[in-house]
């Protein structure tokens, strides 16, 4: 997913979640940004599919866009 999380983390119950509020207001960024695939749902950069990114709390955008 990057360095900041892994495809694991999604199955770790252990990892925090984001709230409904900060994934949703993160895939808010992600629609306005150039790197983002609409069709796909997914980033450019990173390579993840971003509805699966964001809710992990954790998660980075490669870009620095997402700012809590």
Known sequence: ????????????????RSSEEIKHARLAVCNTCQFFLKGSKRCKLCG????????LELAKCPMGYWEE
């Not at 997913?1 to 925090?16: A, E, T, Y």
């Not at 993840?48 to 809710?55: D, E, G, P, V, Y």
């Open 1 to 16: 997913m990057g360095d900041d999380v892994s495809i694991f983390d999604l199955f770790d119950p252990k990892q925090p």
């Open 48 to 55: 993840c599919f971003m509805t699966l990114k964001t809710s």
